[in-house]
Nanobody, 126 residues
Framework: VQLQASGGGLVQAGGSLRLSCATSGSADSINSVGWYRQAPGKARELVSTVTDDGTTTYADSVKGRFVISEISAKNSIYLQMNSLKPEDTGVYLC?????????????????????WGRGTQVTVSS
């Protein structure tokens, strides 16, 4: 699975951006897709994910402002970011948790893999 994120940029506080992540390749199962971010000098943190059953998760800091969506037919993941704050600044990375099935004799074995895109920079000025 390959991921390519886009849509980042420089925006003033209170503005909006829409991030896109184009995916290609295939897996036997896609367990979740989502967005993470990493600010300078800070650890990578979860922004939002959606699981294969449609359950969405948001970081407390973005609840009510960000909306994640996935369009399977277009192999794309989106993150609509509204009411942006300077603390939202960082590199945003799209992520896919995929599984592959294999057989060991008569036993079905599933292996999970994490895939990351290269990221897109979001800078929010005050």
């Amino acid at each position: 699975v390959q991921l390519q994120a886009s849509g980042g940029g420089l925006v003033q506080a209170g503005g909006s951006l829409r991030l896109s992540c184009a995916t290609s390749g295939s897996a036997d199962s896609i367990n979740s897709v989502g967005w993470y971010r990493q600010a300078p000098g800070k650890a990578r943190e979860l922004v939002s994910t959606v699981t294969d059953d449609g359950t969405t998760t948001y970081a407390d800091s973005v609840k009510g402002r960000f909306v994640i969506s996935e369009i399977s037919a277009k192999n794309s993941i989106y993150l609509q970011m509204n009411s942006l704050k300077p603390e939202d600044t960082g590199v945003y990375l799209c992520h896919v948790d995929a599984s592959y099935r294999d057989w060991q004799g008569s036993e079905e074995v599933w292996t999970d893999y994490d895939y990351w895109g290269r990221g897109t920079q979001v800078t929010v000025s005050s």
